[in-house]
Structures are given as structure tokens and as C-alpha cells.
């Protein structure tokens, strides 16, 4: 099976909270990337398995009373959001 | 004595005097109840102090109103356990509340909504006003709760107020309750502390000494969230530099809870952080678990951990009085385990493998699972499972199974054909039937060869297919062990229901006896008495009247055992009553028995008695003449069998139908009804059948087409007789009568009456001829003339009396002893009785409203039910057909 092919179909959110957390949280997370931003806020980012799933981080997010600003799905970026090249090109020029 | 988990949850939290008062909050609160709104909704994020301000209203509200807390779990997602929990909330408000598990555990389970209809019937009977306090709803994500609760607030009786706290807007028709004005809600704007607040909290409740400028700066970083404020005034307590803290806070864009805990965990001493962390696994925490917990290597004080805490406010909240149990704040357990993971990470198992074995130890074994499962410890827990999981089955919690079942390995679970069988009955029992053979697959073994047949009945039954239940429940009865009292008792049960609805009722009856004596010896009240009123009906249809009243009596004594009040599965007992009362042309009684017995089945949500209940109080009221008010019941019967599988009881409705339509002269839609029904004149001949080709036959002959119906009746009447089903030989014997009769063929028309009443007679049967009119008296007045005459062999053997007595009962005008019971379709609740007191003794609503102290939006409510069943329209009616009725 193409490695490529499996990343292609993996689907990448990105949850913006209010407040720095730091990467020590990455595996609370369940691996997604942390980066805190010079404003305030933190991005979180990285492969969501699905609806469930992305409902329970929220649901983590909501728990620890960390303000939710926003949720987007940005499936096309794999490599930058993961922060890695990618051993193959992914369907020809990123957008 | 020790406090038990389910205390746990029913706790309300006490209020500790040092914290900040919310007048204002309070007022909101109460100014809600006072206006009659159903639902109070506190939707905020953690750390905003909703359980703080509920238990201090809660302390202000009880003198005056009795209040019922529910603290939600993870757990309680599974439908049974929400429902028993919050059926224990009520107890603790009103104590005649009863067991809703029961009538969750029937089979076929019936709709949720019949269940909530028994409990809100119970609620409704209750005096007082009172509240029931959901907390942590957002816990529950189950839509089929969702969808119990947004009914039980539909159907809120007016001295019941809901009150949900939650950290997200619940699924729940929220808008519409808000257009209604009975909604009281409170959010996150409300909540948060104001600069007065919080600087009452931060000076005067923690003792510091901050400035204005400091409170404002505190304020505005934490924007009024209590649980920061909180943190960051422990965090100030300790320190000598406030100044600096202050600075460092407000400077810094972390993420608040996540500084602030570090701070205070870094002022705790060692022994107490790493309390801290490994306890943060828990649910729950008492000293001895918490020690079991941390072990041995490296031992902490528990109890005085804990008692730390408390006392300062840290983290904690105590679950009872006896300062035994006490659990995180959710917020904190989550920042703390956060922790743990970062810092012990491989630690965690073993944690959770020591908690598994305290609350195995402890006896406490449904606990003890969560924890195996999530150390991965597949061994105990499996053992844990199959060891609680009978008990957890027959309290119906279904779903529980299947989630603890679900996170074990296919191939783990296939090594343990106890949990395979287990897995399989949960599957059944939550109406999941094609997944039961696949947990199947593969058990060979013979010990559990019996419980396998058991559950592939139970489905078959379930499916219809009732040749193939009868093979299955006889196959696993062979194979169970004799000491299986429960699980044998159930599938005796089945297999006797199987034989009563395929007609078999010399078998159904034989095998029902065997039943109640099981569930007898098992101690299983509520099974024994379900097995008991099917049998008193098998009873009734092979012809013996006394042997099932009899067997209803005994159930009737059996349901009052427990106490004073019959409790609601009697009310299966008095329906069967009712039909047998009925026979014997005892209306007055059967009447009664009626409604009691219908009353008792809406308490429990037994539909098929309740439908039952209200087809005898249709052919009561049509015996008595009074037509309207049996088409009425007739009505009600039909719309609640609506959607269910009781063909049995449907199938007696569908019959009643059928005779009201001819007598009211409404041919056409007999007819259509007849050709419905004969077209599958192949179908074999169970029970349900029976009654409706009887009740074709009839409407053939009221239409007169006796030719039609004698080539059915024949046909009934040698299956009916094969069978020893005597009961339905009776009647069919009796329409054969009446065909032939309309033939005029009046020797064979005799012949059969005399067969009919041959059989009749020593079981003292009454209606099933008295209810076809005229052409059956002049019948059987021939009859009576041939006895006298000593004419026909065959009259001779029939006790002359009876012939005479049935006569005698055609002339009677059932005159009712009591006119209320024949007035009064519906009868009075116990509140509405005492508002009518006050009505007939001249009291105004707002009168009313002050002497019950209730809303004078309730008295109105109850005045309008009390015109409504009394069919008035004025006080001044009212009083007299009060009066009239004798009802006071």
C-alpha cells in the first residue's frame, strides 16, 4: 500500500484555544502538535480519526475550561501541518 | 456504617459558610419556582460554580421544598442506570416511589415512554412540591435519555420542578420552554464573579489583603472565573511576594489553570503532590484506597491528606457527611492526570491495577472492572465481568455490558464462552438480535450448553417463530443445572408463554405452574407474578374460572407482600380479575378491578394490562347499557396498543371492535374487517387468531351469513377441542347455536347450546351468553322449556338452576350499587380530591393555592382536570354533581 496514498486520506484539524499551553500537552492531545501564538492563543493541529473523535477532543478542550475559538479542517496541508517533509509528493503542487 | 456508592451520588453538597454569598442568584432561583417553571438550566464551563451555588440553594429552598440531587457519571449513560438512579433521587424526596427497573426488565421491554408514564403517575400522586437537581448532565451524551428527559418535561407534573447543571446546552427543546416562560436560566455572564465578588472572595473569604488595583488586575486576567481565582488566592496564601505573583500572572498569556496548579502543587510538600497525582485516577477517593493506591514503597497519610485538603479548599469535594468519600473537582482531576501522564506515564497502569484490586476486595465489583480494563489487565477483568454480570443484567443494564464486553479483544472474549453467553443475552435483551449468533460462534461446551439454548429461545420468541422457541426452551431446560433457579425459572416462563400463544394451553398451563414455583424458590417477586397472571389467563381459556381467579388472588396476595400499598405489578393481577369477575356477571367488582388494575399498570407501564384493563372496562360499560362510555374506553384501548407487539390483547380489542361496529349499525365496516381478516384463513391457529376468526364468525352471523360462519366455527371448534381449549369451546359452541338458529334449524341449534352449557355450567359462566342479546335468550328459553318438559337426554344433565339464572340475568338492568363508580370515566388523583374539598367548601384558587402552598397556576391546572372528568363547566356544578355523585 502507497504511504502516501494512507496520509492523503487522513483528515487534519486545527482547534484554536485562549491561553499558552505548552507542548508538554501534545500527548494529553493524543500527538497533535502544539504551537502557542505571540497573541495569546495556542494551535493545536494534527490527524482527527473522525467525527467521534474530533467531539471528544473538544469535549477534553471543554473540560479543562480552556476557551474555544475556533475549529477548521485543513485536510490539504498534511506536511506543513505535521511539520515534516513528506518522503513523496502528495498529489502533485500544494495549493 | 459505611456510606455506599449509591449515596455517593445522591449527595447534596453541603455548603460551607466561608464562601461567597449570591443573594442575587439565590433570588433568581427561587423567583423561578415560585413563577411554576418546569426547568431551571445552569449551562457554564467548569470552574464557575454551579454545584457551589445549587448547594447553597438547596440549603436555603429545603424547609420549604424537598429536593432530590442526582450526580452524574460516565456510567450513567447506559439507559437503565440513569433511569433507576434518578428513580433514587426521587425516593429520597418521596419514598413511595418504586422500583423502575423492574418495568424495564420486561420482555418485550416496554417504551421508555410507558415507563416515565408510570413514574411521572407515582410523581404526581405525591403531596408536595419538590425539586430534582441533575448535576453534570453534560456527561450524558445517550439520545434515548435525552429524548426520556425532554418527555418528562413535556409531562412535568405541576408540584415537580427539574433543575440540570451543565457544562454545554443540553439537547433539550430549550427554546420552547423559554417562549412558555418555564424556563429560569443561568450562564457563564451570570456566574462569573464581579469585581465585588471577587473582592469579597479574595479579601474577606481567603484572608489576603489586595489592593483595589490588585482585586481589578486578578479580575480582569481571570475574567471572573472562580476556579482561577480560587487558585491564584491559595497560590497567594502561601506566598510572601504577592506583589511579584500578581505581576507574574497578569503578565503571562499561559493558559491560567495550567500556571496556577503548578504554582500550588510546587508549594505542596512532595508527599502530598504525589498524592495528588496518582490519586487523580480515581472516581472517587476514600483514605484506604487512596493508600491501596500509592502503595506501599513510599506511603502518605491518606486521611489526613485528605483532611488537608478539605480544609483548604484544595481540589476536593467531600460525597457525604461522614467526610468518607470525596472526589476532585473535575477540573482538577483533568489538569492532575495531565500530569501524571507527563511525568509517570508508565506508572499508570499499575495505579489503575491497584485501584481494581482495593474495590475487588472491597466487594465493590462493578468499580473494580473500569479500572482492569483500563490497566489492561484482560484477566481480571474478565473474571470481574462474568462474576457481576448476572446481577447487572437482571437490573437491565444492557448497555453496560456491552461497553465492558466491547473493550475486550474479539479473540479474548472468544476464549470465555461464560462472557460469549453473556454478550449474547446483553444483545438480545437491547433488541440487537442478529449480533447474538456471532457472540455464539464456537461455544462447544457442554456446562453451557443449556444457557445457549436459553438465550437462541428467548430470540426465537422475540422473532415469532414460536415452534422453534417451544424446541429451543425445551432444549435448554434439559441441559441447565437444577441449581439455576433464575435463569431456569425464565425460560420455563418463556416456554410457557410460547405454548399459551400457539394455543397449547393444557401445555402452557403445566409449564406456567412450574414457573411461578421457580421464581418462587428464586425469590423473584415480579417474575413470579408476571408468570402468574399469563397463567391465570391459560387458566381461562381451557374453561377453568375458579382456578383462575384462584391464581389471580394469590398474585394480588404475593403483590402486597412487600407493604401496605398494592404496588404496581398488581395491577396485572386485578386486569386478570376483572375479565373473570366480568364472566361472572359481577359488573360492580369487575369494574373496579378494572380500574384499579388499569391504574396500577400506567404506575409500572405494563401496556398490554393497561390496554387489557381498559377493553373490560369497555364491555362493563356496554353490559351496563351506557354505550358512549364504552366506545370511549374502546378508544383509549386502541390507541394504546398502538405500535406494540400484544397481538394476543390487541386481537380481544380488534374483537370488541367488531362487536360495536354491528351494534351500531355499521355494517360496512364490520365487513371490511371480516374480509381482512379471513383472507389468511391458512395461518395456523394460535391464540390471537382464535379470537379474531370467533369474532369473525360472529359478525357473519349478525350479518346474516350463518352458512359462512358455521363452516368456520366448525373448524375452530375441533382445533379448540383438540387442544382442550374449553374456554373458547364454550363460545364457540354458543355461535354455533345462534347460526343454526338463524337457519332454523332449531333441533341442532339446542344441541349445541346444550353442549355450551354442559361445559358451561360448573364453572359458572355468564356473559359469554347474556352478552348476545335477545337471540339467545329465546334459545335458551327453549331450552329451559325442554328441561321442564323432560324432553332432549342431553338437558338432563345440566343443572336446571342455571339454565334459570341465565335467564334471569337477561332481565336484570344492571343497576351499578355506587353511581360514582358508573359516572366517573376517569376517577379523581389524590391531589385533585383535596383541591375539590376546598372547591365544595367555598375556597378561592388563591385560597386553594395558599392552604396546599402551590402555585396558583397549579390550582387552576387541577381545577380544570376536576371540570374536565366530572364534565362541568362551573364551581357551582361542580359542587353539585360532587354531590350528586357522593364522591366526598
Not at chain 2, 408 to 421: I, N, T
Not at chain 2, 431 to 443: A, Q, T, Y
Not at chain 2, 524 to 539: N, S
Not at chain 2, 540 to 554: D, F, P
Request: charged share 25%.
Amino acid at each position: 500500500m502507497n504511504h502516501c496514498e494512507g496520509l492523503e486520506e487522513q483528515v487534519v484539524y486545527q482547534v484554536r484555544v485562549r491561553g499558552v499551553i505548552d507542548s508538554r500537552w501534545s500527548d494529553w492531545f493524543d500527538g497533535l502538535s502544539i504551537r502557542p501564538q505571540e497573541n495569546g492563543d495556542t494551535l493545536l493541529t494534527g490527524p482527527v480519526r473522525d467525527q467521534a473523535a474530533l467531539h471528544g477532543l473538544l469535549a477534553k478542550i471543554r473540560d479543562l475550561g480552556l476557551p474555544l475559538l475556533s475549529v477548521r479542517r485543513i485536510w490539504k496541508d498534511v506536511g506543513w501541518a505535521l511539520g515534516r517533509e513528506l518522503p513523496c509528493r502528495v498529489g502533485g503542487a500544494r495549493n | 456504617m459505611s456510606t455506599s456508592l449509591l449515596e455517593t451520588k445522591l449527595y447534596a453538597p453541603s455548603i460551607r459558610s466561608e464562601l461567597v454569598s449570591r443573594p442575587h442568584l439565590i433570588e433568581r432561583l427561587q423567583g423561578g419556582l415560585r413563577r411554576g417553571c418546569k426547568l431551571v438550566l445552569i449551562s457554564a464551563p467548569a470552574g464557575y460554580g454551579k454545584t457551589t451555588l445549587l448547594g447553597a440553594w438547596v440549603a436555603h429552598t429545603e424547609p420549604h421544598r424537598s429536593v432530590a440531587w442526582l450526580s452524574l457519571d460516565e456510567g450513567d449513560n447506559d439507559p437503565a442506570r440513569f433511569w433507576a438512579y434518578v428513580a433514587g433521587a426521587l425516593r429520597t424526596a418521596r419514598a413511595e416511589i418504586g422500583e423502575i427497573g423492574q418495568m424495564l426488565f420486561q420482555s418485550p421491554p416496554p417504551p421508555i415512554e410507558a415507563a416515565l408514564a408510570g413514574l411521572l403517575n407515582q410523581i404526581a400522586e405525591a403531596r408536595d412540591p419538590f425539586v430534582l437537581v441533575l448535576d453534570d448532565y453534560h456527561l450524558i451524551h445517550t439520545q434515548v435519555i435525552h429524548e426520556g428527559i425532554a418527555f418528562l418535561l413535556e409531562n412535568l407534573p405541576p408540584q415537580m420542578h427539574l433543575v440540570i447543571a451543565t457544562r454545554a446546552d443540553p439537547p433539550l427543546p430549550i427554546p420552547r420552554l423559554r417562549g412558555r416562560g418555564q424556563l429560569t436560566e443561568l450562564y457563564q455572564s451570570d456566574l462569573r464573579f464581579t469585581l465585588e465578588e471577587a473582592a469579597t472572595f479574595l479579601n474577606e473569604v481567603m484572608g489576603l489583603q489586595l489592593s483595589g488595583e490588585d482585586v481589578a488586575a486578578l479580575e480582569r486576567r481571570t475574567e471572573g472565573w472562580i476556579a482561577g481565582l480560587q487558585m491564584a488566592a491559595v497560590s497567594m496564601q502561601r506566598r510572601d511576594d504577592v506583589a511579584g505573583f500578581i505581576q507574574a500572572f497578569t503578565g503571562t498569556h499561559r493558559y491560567i489553570l495550567d500556571y496556577l496548579v503548578e504554582e500550588v502543587l510546587q508549594q505542596q510538600s512532595p508527599g502530598v503532590r504525589r498524592f495528588l497525582l496518582q490519586t487523580s485516577i480515581l472516581d472517587r477517593l476514600c483514605s484506604a484506597l487512596c493508600d491501596a493506591v500509592i502503595g506501599s514503597d513510599e506511603p502518605v497519610d491518606s486521611r489526613s491528606v485528605l483532611e488537608h485538603l478539605e480544609r483548604n479548599n484544595l481540589f476536593v469535594v467531600p460525597l457525604d457527611d461522614r467526610r468518607q468519600w470525596y472526589r476532585y473537582h473535575r477540573l482538577f482531576a483533568d489538569l492532575l492526570q495531565q500530569r501524571l501522564w507527563r511525568e509517570q506515564r508508565d506508572r499508570v497502569p499499575e495505579l489503575h491495577k491497584r485501584a481494581g484490586e482495593w474495590y475487588e476486595q472491597s466487594g465493590m465489583v462493578a468499580e473494580a472492572v473500569g479500572h482492569a480494563l483500563t490497566a489492561g489487565d484482560l484477566e481480571r477483568a474478565a473474571r470481574l465481568i462474568e462474576q457481576t454480570g448476572w446481577a447487572t443484567f437482571t437490573r437491565g443494564e444492557m448497555t453496560t455490558i456491552l461497553e465492558w464486553i466491547g473493550a475486550l479483544p474479539d479473540d479474548f472474549v472468544r476464549s470465555r464462552p461464560q462472557l460469549g453467553v453473556l454478550h449474547a443475552w446483553a444483545m438480545a435483551k437491547s433488541g440487537r438480535l442478529e449480533g447474538v449468533e456471532s457472540c455464539l460462534e464456537g461455544i462447544h461446551s457442554d456446562r453451557l450448553r443449556g444457557e445457549v439454548a436459553a438465550v437462541r429461545a428467548y430470540v426465537a420468541g422475540v422473532r415469532g417463530d414460536l415452534p422453534r422457541a417451544v424446541a429451543l426452551a425445551q432444549q435448554a431446560l434439559e441441559h441447565l443445572p437444577e441449581e439455576d433457579l433464575f435463569l431456569r425459572a425464565i425460560v420455563t416462563q418463556n416456554l410457557g408463554v410460547a405454548y399459551h400463544w400457539s394455543g397449547d394451553s393444557a401445555a402452557a398451563v403445566r409449564t406456567l405452574s412450574k414457573a411461578v414455583a421457580l421464581g418462587r424458590a428464586a425469590g423473584q417477586a415480579f417474575q413470579t407474578l408476571t408468570a402468574m397472571a399469563i397463567l391465570g389467563r391459560a387458566h381461562e381459556i381451557q374453561g377453568s374460572l375458579r382456578r383462575a381467579t384462584e391464581t389471580y388472588r394469590e398474585a394480588l396476595a404475593l403483590a402486597s407482600e412487600a407493604g401496605n400499598r398494592p404496588v404496581p405489578f398488581a395491577g396485572m393481577a386485578y386486569v386478570g380479575l376483572a375479565g373473570t369477575l366480568y364472566e361472572w356477571n359481577d359488573l360492580e367488582e369487575a369494574t373496579r378491578c378494572a380500574m384499579e388494575g388499569i391504574r396500577l399498570s400506567a404506575l409500572g407501564g405494563f401496556v398490554a394490562y393497561h390496554v387489557f384493563g381498559h377493553a373490560l372496562l369497555a364491555r362493563a360499560y356496554e353490559a351496563r347499557g351506557d354505550r358512549d362510555h364504552a366506545i370511549e374506553m374502546l378508544q383509549k384501548a386502541e390507541q394504546l396498543g398502538q405500535g406494540g407487539r400484544y397481538a394476543l390483547v390487541m386481537a380481544l380489542v380488534a374483537e370488541l371492535r367488531a362487536r360495536l361496529w354491528v351494534a351500531q349499525g355499521d355494517a360496512a365496516a364490520a365487513l371490511q374487517w371480516v374480509e381482512e381478516r379471513s383472507l389468511r384463513a391458512d395461518d395456523p391457529l394460535d391464540a390471537a387468531r382464535e379470537i379474531e376468526l370467533t369474532a369473525v364468525a360472529w359478525v357473519l352471523i349478525a350479518q346474516g351469513r350463518p352458512g359462512e360462519a358455521l363452516g368456520l366455527l366448525a373448524r375452530l371448534l375441533e382445533a379448540a377441542q383438540v387442544a382442550g381449549r374449553t374456554g373458547s369451546a364454550i363460545k364457540i359452541l354458543a355461535l354455533q347455536g345462534l347460526a343454526f338458529q338463524a337457519q332454523h334449524r332449531v333441533g341442532e341449534a339446542l344441541s349445541a347450546l346444550e353442549r355450551a352449557l354442559t361445559l358451561a355450567e360448573p364453572e359458572g359462566y355468564v356473559r359469554t351468553f347474556v352478552d348476545e342479546g335477545e337471540p339467545m335468550r329465546g334459545l335458551l328459553s327453549q331450552v329451559l322449556v325442554a328441561q321442564q318438559k323432560g324432553r332432549q337426554a342431553l338437558s338432563r344433565g345440566i343443572a336446571p338452576n342455571y339454565v334459570a339464572r341465565l335467564l334471569a340475568a337477561f332481565g336484570e338492568k344492571a343497576e351499578p350499587a355506587s353511581p360514582a363508580m358508573e359516572a366517573l370515566v376517569e376517577p379523581l388523583t389524590e391531589r385533585e380530591m383535596d383541591v375539590l374539598r376546598l372547591v365544595v367548601a367555598g375556597l378561592s384558587n388563591a385560597e386553594i393555592a395558599e392552604e396546599l402552598v402551590i402555585a396558583v397556576s397549579t390550582v387552576k391546572s387541577h381545577v380544570n382536570h376536576i371540570y374536565g372528568k366530572l364534565g362541568v363547566r362551573s364551581r357551582t356544578q361542580a359542587v353539585a354533581r360532587a354531590q350528586e355523585l357522593a364522591l366526598l
